[in-house]
């Protein structure tokens, strides 16, 4: 599949074996170079589902410059990993926001709009 993060398409894909630079076998994996975020996909669902927020959080640490420490992206994705998947009644409830097309904004504020108020 390809997911949207900030500007980039990522092909993210879930795959028998995922090797990282170092030569090590990893369960996921997230290249700013290529754009592709690979998962294993063995293992069982609570890990892979760990890994999916791991590699999601790593491309967002790079793109929006966060300055996460590995530590910081291990506990951020397994604690919201953890959340999700022992809520679903929360996770149904952001699957009904995430699909509302009619979102309500705030009304836009233009710079004549504030001139008037001047
Ligand atoms: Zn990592």
Same mark, same amino acid.
């Given at each position: 599949? $390809?997911?949207?993060?900030?500007?980039? *398409?990522?092909?993210?894909?879930?795959?028998?074996?995922?090797?990282?630079? /170092?030569?090590? %076998?990893?369960?996921?994996?997230?290249?700013?170079?290529?754009?592709?975020? *690979?998962? /294993?996909?063995?293992?069982?669902?609570?890990?892979?589902?760990?890994?999916?927020?791991?590699?999601?959080? %790593?491309?967002?640490?790079?793109?929006?410059?966060? /300055?996460?420490?590995?530590?910081?992206?291990?506990?951020?994705?397994?604690?919201?990993?953890?959340?999700?998947?022992?809520?679903?009644?929360? $996770?149904?409830?952001?699957?009904?926001?995430?699909?509302?097309?009619?979102?309500?904004?705030?009304?836009?504020?233009?710079?004549?709009?504030?001139?008037? /108020?001047?």
């Amino acid at each position: 599949m $390809t997911v949207k993060i900030g500007v980039f *398409r990522y092909d993210l894909k879930e795959v028998p074996a995922v090797i990282a630079k /170092d030569g090590l %076998e990893c369960f996921g994996l997230c290249r700013q170079d290529d754009l592709t975020i *690979r998962i /294993d996909e063995s293992g069982n669902n609570a890990r892979k589902l760990n890994s999916y927020f791991h590699e999601l959080l %790593e491309a967002l640490n790079f793109l929006y410059g966060f /300055d996460l420490t590995h530590a910081q992206v291990i506990g951020i994705a397994s604690g919201m990993a953890q959340v999700l998947q022992e809520n679903p009644e929360l $996770t149904n409830r952001l699957q009904e926001l995430w699909k509302l097309k009619h979102v309500q904004y705030g009304p836009m504020i233009t710079l004549e709009d504030e001139d008037e /108020d001047k």
